[in-house]
């Protein structure tokens, strides 16, 4: 979960929303593109593009964001800091599309912070959380297949896979095949519904996440394709962004991080070595140099000031000038469901 607004963080025991989470560490491996111009690949409620447009009077941001409500809401932080901020409603993976139109001569630096914004989860109407009642939707653009169409049309195997692969669920077959069997009475319209059956088949753990979280977690990336959209928007940002340019990456859960790990050490040249079975060939030119030696976390004020950074890793990077590589096909694997699945759903 992510709390990419800004905003003061609730009392102690208190919700804390609307809160940028690793702000000063985002703004710290920026610092080399102060005074240039950095894309905000999920504005969210601007706390990231605020604070980069604070630190520098020269610089400027084109900030990104699918949810049309955000983008209404970031109408006022566009005029205050004219012209030094755009603002434009698509997928953070249309990040290259973007900026050949408004920054052709390149980009400077980039920030993604993957996942739910604090808003879009707090909305219980926006369906995204198993602890309000609200209906099954999870779109955070408003627009294609919502949540109850994914669980009450899909198959008994593609549920199971969208619930272990996305959400590392290990009950995944038992809620898929739970899932069909009441699906069969009455279809599934709301998240409080979803998350008792869930509850059925997922041990609560004392003092553990509630049974729900993985389930709708996996179902949240499957209906916006997150995962699909994170790794377009890091080949973009490769193409991108100019030498010594650089790439800032927040994620939540480990197979984000897993993502933006491989990516960036495959572009660092932190291949693993080929085997006299498997010989390699001459490898490319390093197109980054890692900037952060593992991932960044929270420290232990800001977990006790807003505890959805709890998961919150982030791992960032320089450009160097060799050329952009081709897309890496380990990442691109990792972001999809597996083979059985893609091939039912072509049928």
């Given at each position: 979960?992510?709390?990419?607004?800004?905003g003061?963080?609730?009392?102690?025991?208190?919700?804390?929303?609307?809160?940028?989470?690793?702000?000063?560490?985002?703004?710290?491996?920026?610092?080399?593109?102060?005074?240039g111009?950095?894309?905000?690949?999920?504005?969210?409620?601007?706390?990231?593009?605020?604070?980069?447009?604070?630190?520098?009077?020269?610089?400027?941001?084109?900030?990104?964001?699918?949810?049309?409500?955000a983008?209404a809401?970031?109408?006022?932080?566009?005029?205050?800091?004219?012209?030094?901020?755009?603002?434009?409603?698509?997928?953070?993976?249309?990040?290259?599309?973007?900026?050949?139109?408004?920054?052709?001569?390149?980009?400077?630096?980039?920030?993604?912070?993957?996942?739910?914004?604090?808003?879009?989860?707090?909305?219980?109407?926006r369906?995204?959380?198993?602890?309000?009642?609200?209906?099954?939707?999870?779109?955070m653009?408003?627009?294609?297949?919502?949540?109850?169409?994914?669980?009450?049309?899909?198959d008994?195997?593609?549920?199971?896979?969208?619930?272990?692969?996305?959400?590392?669920?290990?009950?995944?077959r038992?809620?898929?095949?739970?899932?069909?069997?009441?699906?069969?009475?009455?279809?599934?319209?709301?998240?409080?519904?979803?998350a008792?059956?869930?509850?059925?088949?997922?041990?609560?753990?004392?003092?553990?996440?509630?049974?729900?979280?993985?389930?709708?977690?996996?179902?949240?990336?499957?209906?916006?394709?997150?995962?699909?959209?994170?790794?377009?928007?890091?080949?973009?940002?490769?193409?991108?962004?100019?030498?010594g340019?650089?790439?800032?990456?927040?994620?939540?859960?480990?197979?984000?991080?897993?993502?933006?790990?491989?990516?960036?050490?495959?572009?660092?040249?932190?291949?693993?070595?080929?085997?006299?079975?498997?010989?390699?060939?001459?490898?490319?030119?390093?197109?980054?140099?890692?900037?952060?030696?593992?991932?960044?976390?929270p420290s232990?004020?800001?977990?006790?000031?807003?505890?959805?950074?709890?998961?919150?890793?982030?791992?960032?990077?320089?450009?160097?000038?060799?050329?952009a590589?081709?897309?890496?096909?380990?990442?691109?694997?990792?972001?999809?469901?597996?083979?059985?699945?893609?091939q039912?759903a072509r049928?």
């Amino acid at each position: 979960m992510t709390g990419r607004g800004d905003g003061l963080a609730g009392a102690a025991g208190g919700p804390a929303r609307h809160v940028p989470v690793l702000l000063e560490e985002v703004v710290a491996a920026l610092a080399s593109a102060e005074g240039g111009t950095i894309l905000d690949g999920t504005f969210g409620a601007g706390g990231y593009t605020r604070a980069l447009l604070d630190a520098h009077p020269a610089t400027r941001v084109v900030a990104l964001d699918r949810d049309p409500n955000a983008i209404a809401a970031g109408a006022a932080l566009v005029a205050s800091y004219a012209p030094r901020l755009a603002l434009v409603e698509t997928r953070f993976g249309e990040l290259e599309r973007v900026a050949r139109e408004v920054a052709p001569e390149g980009l400077d630096g980039v920030v993604l912070d993957i996942g739910v914004s604090s808003m879009q989860l707090d909305e219980a109407e926006r369906g995204f959380s198993f602890r309000a009642e609200g209906p099954l939707d999870m779109r955070m653009s408003g627009t294609g297949p919502s949540a109850a169409d994914i669980v009450n049309e899909a198959d008994e195997t593609t549920l199971a896979d969208i619930f272990y692969h996305y959400g590392e669920e290990r009950r995944s077959r038992a809620i898929a095949r739970g899932i069909c069997e009441a699906r069969r009475r009455t279809p599934f319209e709301t998240t409080t519904q979803l998350a008792e059956l869930v509850a059925r088949f997922v041990r609560a753990e004392p003092h553990g996440p509630h049974p729900a979280t993985r389930t709708f977690q996996g179902l949240r990336i499957a209906v916006n394709d997150e995962l699909g959209e994170l790794v377009r928007a890091l080949h973009g940002a490769e193409r991108m962004l100019k030498p010594g340019g650089r790439l800032v990456v927040v994620t939540f859960h480990s197979l984000e991080d897993r993502i933006v790990k491989q990516f960036l050490a495959a572009r660092a040249g932190r291949v693993a070595a080929g085997s006299r079975h498997v010989p390699v060939g001459e490898p490319p030119k390093p197109s980054l140099r890692l900037a952060t030696k593992g991932p960044v976390i929270p420290s232990e004020a800001e977990l006790a000031a807003n505890p959805r950074a709890r998961s919150a890793k982030l791992r960032a990077a320089e450009r160097l000038d060799a050329p952009a590589q081709a897309p890496l096909a380990a990442i691109e694997t990792l972001a999809a469901l597996p083979v059985h699945t893609r091939q039912r759903a072509r049928r």
